[in-house]
């Protein structure tokens, strides 16, 4: 039985299952970034490494809507008003779950405190749901040179350009929305 939630990707006038998105680039006191790493359940060896967020609820703003997937996420709660930006808005096309699929994306820039790192870290308040507990890996913080490294040996991370965009980010934003289509 597939634990999919298609309810939650209605179809375009296309005819693919589209949906809106709320993102967000979490930076911790060293400026690292937490990434989660995921894989499709048609290719458990296809992965990537990717920013908390996902699909808007009824009603949601994309800021309220990254917050919400966070604290679901990581356990984290926060308000939405401490989402700054959007610093991307990303148009996005890729298979995943038997399907080719479009969601666009608001991403938000957060900055926690080591008592939030703390609770990402022990992920004590997260709910995932069944479909992130079958293709949700891992999560962890990445120094960007790091994980610069890790792209350049064939790592996969999304958005594409994310490394770039993220040292910009870490220390503040500079007013500018990035647009990006990734087909």
Not at 158 to 174: E, I, S, T
Request: charged share 30%; with cysteine; hydrophobic share 40%.
């Amino acid at each position: 039985m597939s634990v999919f939630p298609e309810h939650e990707w209605p179809l375009d006038t296309d005819g693919y299952p589209h949906r809106a998105a709320g993102r967000c680039a979490v930076f911790n006191s060293r400026g690292q970034l937490l990434l989660i790493l995921g894989h499709d359940a048609d290719k458990p060896d296809y992965r990537w490494w990717f920013t908390p967020g996902g699909g808007l609820e009824a009603g949601e703003s994309p800021a309220q809507g990254a917050a919400r997937e966070l604290a679901e996420e990581t356990g984290l709660q926060v308000d939405p008003s401490r989402m700054v930006g959007p610093v991307l808005d990303r148009r996005s096309t890729f298979y995943f779950y038997r399907q080719t699929r479009k969601q666009d994306e608001l991403f938000f820039i957060l900055h926690v405190n080591e008592d939030e790192e703390a609770l990402i870290d022990a992920r004590a308040g997260a709910q995932l749901t069944e479909l992130e507990k079958e293709v949700l890996d891992d999560m962890r913080w990445w120094d960007l040179d790091e994980l610069a490294a890790v792209e350049n040996d064939g790592e996969l991370v999304f958005p594409v350009g994310l490394v770039d965009m993220a040292r910009g980010w870490r220390h503040g934003w500079n007013g500018e929305l990035i647009r990006a289509i990734e087909e």
